[in-house]
């Protein structure tokens, strides 16, 4: 049995929201992790199994989160760090990998470039891929996420989250079908890194054209295939943000609780404070606010 690495984060409603949406809101605060996003539950069960194994190095890909969790999960355990970003990754999330002891290095423009690096690393180095959104020991340790809302008592009508590769959606979908629920699932990208609401559309997996977004963590080309299977066979609702709404989500947010968010949390705040999709039609609604990692009042959010 391994220890978690992770946090039961609060489940706080949200009355500036709920006046806004026109329905009782609650949030799943995942920017209050000790990474400060959710990232920290996934990887943070991979790697303790890893290390259970006799791992003694982890490799990362990444556009901030999944490295930061992955650098403090390799902190924690004893196990050196080599993280691979891209170009335009955020300063504040590269700070917080380091600052954790990683090594970090920029490997191409986009995650499929330093995707392949961290790869070839791990392969010629025996070293443990960490991969930042497709693992089954990953979705396992997303999906605590609902067993804390169970354990509150809280089952919700509708349940917003934001998706880059899908290993969070992943896990979500896993832990409701453990606990025989099933809400409405309203899944949220921008409209440059769309690439789940493309795959579904389409019909089967596909890559999508990514363009440059401030959801930095969302810019996955293709997400994960059981994502993608997982998505299809529950039915969500796909709906795409502008990079605008998303931002303007994060500064109301912080007016409204005190608290940064990246873009990527914006994009599913979006979704209430711009009454999106089918929200209002159902009686309660949680939002899952994944991180704040690689924000700061320098920068991203006060920039635009």
Same mark, same amino acid.
């Given at each position: 049995m391994i220890k978690p690495l992770h946090d039961i984060t609060p489940l706080w409603h949200s009355q500036p929201l709920s006046r806004v949406a026109g329905l009782p809101v609650h949030l799943k605060v995942e920017a209050l992790q000790p990474i400060g996003?959710?990232? !920290?539950?996934?990887?943070?069960?991979?790697? =303790? &199994?890893? %290390?259970?194994?006799?791992?003694?190095?982890?490799?990362?890909?990444?556009?901030?989160?999944?490295?930061?969790?992955?650098?403090?999960?390799?902190?924690?355990?004893?196990?050196?760090?080599?993280?691979?970003?891209?170009?335009?990754?955020?300063?504040?999330?590269?700070?917080?990998?380091?600052e954790f002891g990683a090594d970090v290095v920029e490997a191409g423009a986009t995650w499929d470039a330093a995707h392949q690096a961290a790869n070839h690393l791990a392969e010629t180095e025996n070293a443990v891929y960490i991969h930042p959104f497709d693992h089954p020991d990953l979705w396992q340790g997303h999906s605590t996420l609902i067993d804390e809302l169970v354990d509150v008592g809280y089952v919700p009508?509708?349940?917003?989250?934001?998706?880059?590769?899908?290993?969070?959606?992943?896990?979500?979908?896993?832990?409701?079908?453990?606990?025989?629920?099933?809400?409405?699932?309203? !899944?949220?990208?921008?409209?440059?890194?769309? =690439? &789940?609401? %493309?795959?579904?559309?389409a019909g089967r997996l596909v890559r999508f054209d990514l363009k440059p977004s401030v959801a930095k963590t969302l810019a996955a080309s293709q997400v994960a295939e059981q994502a993608f299977i997982s998505?299809?066979?529950?039915?969500?609702?796909?709906?795409?943000?502008?990079?605008?709404?998303?931002?303007?989500?994060?500064?109301?947010?912080?007016l409204d609780h005190r608290l940064l968010v990246e873009p990527s949390a914006g994009a599913a705040l979006a979704v209430a404070y711009e009454r999106l999709g089918s929200l209002p039609n159902h009686q309660r609604a949680l939002i899952v606010v994944c991180g704040g990692a690689g924000i700061s009042l320098k920068q991203d959010i006060f920039d635009y």
């Open positions: 996003s959710f990232k !920290i539950r996934g990887v943070g069960r991979l790697c =303790s &199994l890893a %290390a259970a194994r006799g791992a003694r190095r982890f490799v990362s890909s990444s556009g901030g989160n999944a490295g930061i969790a992955t650098a403090y999960a390799g902190c924690r355990l004893g196990i050196p760090v080599s993280v691979f970003t891209f170009a335009n990754v955020p300063k504040a999330a590269v700070a917080r990998m380091r009508d509708v349940l917003v989250c934001s998706v880059g590769g899908g290993g969070l959606l992943t896990g979500i979908i896993q832990g409701l079908a453990r606990h025989n629920l099933h809400p409405h699932i309203i !899944i949220v990208e921008t409209h440059n890194t769309a =690439s &789940l609401k %493309a795959s579904l559309e998505a299809r066979d529950y039915g969500v609702e796909p709906i795409a943000v502008s990079d605008q709404e998303a931002l303007d989500a994060c500064r109301q947010f912080a």
